[in-house]
């Protein structure tokens, strides 16, 4: 069965970094790419990026780039998403995706999400 | 960007009801749309993929249409499990962008 477990979420001061990890399991984790999708309170879905299997490539939105890192261990099954320079609208919870890359960018599994929140 | 929006934001049905949830998109994506179900604990679930491909272990009362700038999610016959939250994503360019959402709710 594929799980997808993130961790790491918390409080974070405006200005501050966390590092979110996500332990994936019941598949070959470094056959698939993988992605960060975040969802603000009471709002909709935001694709945050992307990394490819070996994690020599990485994809950002603009909203986040610069700002955030995508990476991954590969002997550890783990996704990492590095946040700095937080801000109030970081606000959200963070769900870690598996991506169909054959089939475009279709997220065929999702972690249960962990919530961060940014907060002085 | 691509804009996603979903219509309507709150669809109030039935048991056993025929529903019908549309996406528009602010430029062609030809056929690049993708839907996911959200439950109430947050927990999402792919169930279509590029317009019309059912998601293996989704039931066939539910299905995907359209073309272009348009498309649609139906769900033939309402159950228990359907109440939930619906969303739309387009993956035809970066950045991969998602519609706002659609409530289906026990009317």
């Known amino acids: 069965e594929v799980q997808l477990v993130e961790s790491g979420g918390s409080l974070v001061q405006p200005g501050g970094s966390l590092k979110l990890s996500c332990v994936a399991s019941g598949f070959t984790f470094s056959n698939y790419w993988m992605d960060w999708v975040r969802q603000t309170p009471g709002k909709s879905l935001e694709w945050i990026g992307e990394?490819?299997?070996?994690?020599?490539?990485?994809n950002y939105a603009p909203s986040i780039k610069d700002r955030f890192t995508i990476s991954r261990d590969n002997a550890k099954s783990t996704l990492y998403l590095q946040m700095s320079n937080v801000k109030s609208d970081d606000t959200a919870i963070y769900y870690c995706?598996?991506?169909?890359?054959?089939?475009?960018?279709?997220?065929?599994?999702w972690g249960q999400g962990v919530m961060v929140t940014v907060s002085s | 960007d691509i804009q996603m929006t979903q219509s309507p934001s709150s669809l109030p049905a039935s048991l056993g009801e025929r529903v019908t949830i549309s996406c528009r998109a602010s430029q062609g994506i030809s056929n690049n749309l993708n839907w996911y179900q959200q439950k109430p604990d947050g927990t999402i679930k792919p169930l279509i993929y590029y317009t019309s491909n059912l998601q293996s272990g989704v039931p066939s009362r539910f299905s995907g249409s359209g073309s272009g700038t348009d498309y649609s999610l139906t769900i033939s016959s309402l159950e228990p499990e359907d109440f939930a939250m619906y969303y739309c994503?387009?993956?035809?360019?970066?950045?991969?962008?998602f519609g706002s959402g659609t409530k289906l709710e026990i009317k």
């Open positions: 995706t598996r991506i169909r890359r054959e089939l475009g960018h279709y997220f065929d599994y």
């Open positions: 990394i490819n299997t070996d994690g020599s490539k990485t």
């Open positions: 994503q387009q993956d035809a360019s970066f950045p991969l962008t």
